[in-house]
């Protein structure tokens, strides 16, 4: 009873077989762009100008002390099309000498693939601390490459990423001197009136927020940003 009846119904199906060498290279091609949108965050976090830009924003709310203002997804969208202002030229640099001469078959998967690289280690690279870099090829046990196409990126992705983030740390401590100062201005007058069960915090935000209006900081924020890359 049970046959007849799903026999009677028509369930479409998938079919993973492949007749043609065409068909393969369509299905192969599929399972390469799944891949790489699987690996998008990571590419976008590890690999671009992301992680400086975020945790600079981060900074600059800490050091305002605002708590969630601005909120997680103002900073994070900020950073995200920072990044894709300061990486357009090298995606447009990689899809003129690699993705359009593979889309029109003038080269095959793995010649595109490293040649769409070749932009990518070297913005990295250029951003990349050379003590860094050796660090990691001392432990790989690697020799030290004649040009930047010889980088292998599993060291190469690493020390970026640790440079990335000292530079960040260092944009980070500037931009707390002045709001430290405040802060310890602050402190200083309410303690000298008698004032300590006042929070010092509740009274120099207000001057603090003042002070980063009056001299225009979200502009200069993103100004030092853009021209450290």
Avoid: C, H
Avoid at 147 to 167: D, G, R, W
Avoid at 189 to 197: E, H, N, Q, S, V
């Amino acid at each position: 009873m049970i046959p007849e009846i799903l026999s009677a119904i028509n369930i479409p199906g998938i079919d993973f077989g492949a007749e043609s060498p065409e068909d393969v290279s369509t299905t192969l091609q599929l399972f390469f762009l799944l891949t790489v949108l699987s690996l998008a965050p990571g590419i976008l976090i590890m690999m671009t100008s992301f992680t400086r830009i975020i945790i600079v924003l981060s900074f600059v709310r800490t050091g305002l002390g605002t708590q969630s203002m601005p909120p997680n997804q103002v900073l994070v969208g900020l950073a995200l099309f920072l990044t894709f202002f300061i990486m357009s030229p090298i995606v447009v640099e990689m899809n003129e000498t690699a993705l359009q001469p593979y889309l029109d078959g003038d080269m095959v998967q793995q010649e595109a693939l490293d040649t769409a690289i070749v932009p990518l280690k070297e913005f990295m690279a250029k951003n990349t601390r050379e003590k860094d870099l050796a660090l990691f090829f001392k432990y790989a046990e690697l020799e030290k490459p004649d040009s930047i196409e010889e980088i292998p990126l599993t060291s190469l992705v690493p020390a970026f990423a640790i440079s990335e983030m000292k530079t960040a740390f260092q944009i980070g401590f500037v931009i707390f001197i002045p709001f430290l100062i405040i802060d310890m201005v602050v402190a200083s007058t309410l303690m000298a009136m008698g004032m300590m069960m006042l929070p010092p915090v509740m009274i120099s935000l207000p001057f603090k927020i003042l002070l980063f209006v009056l001299v225009d900081g979200w502009y200069l924020i993103i100004e030092s940003l853009l021209v450290s890359f």
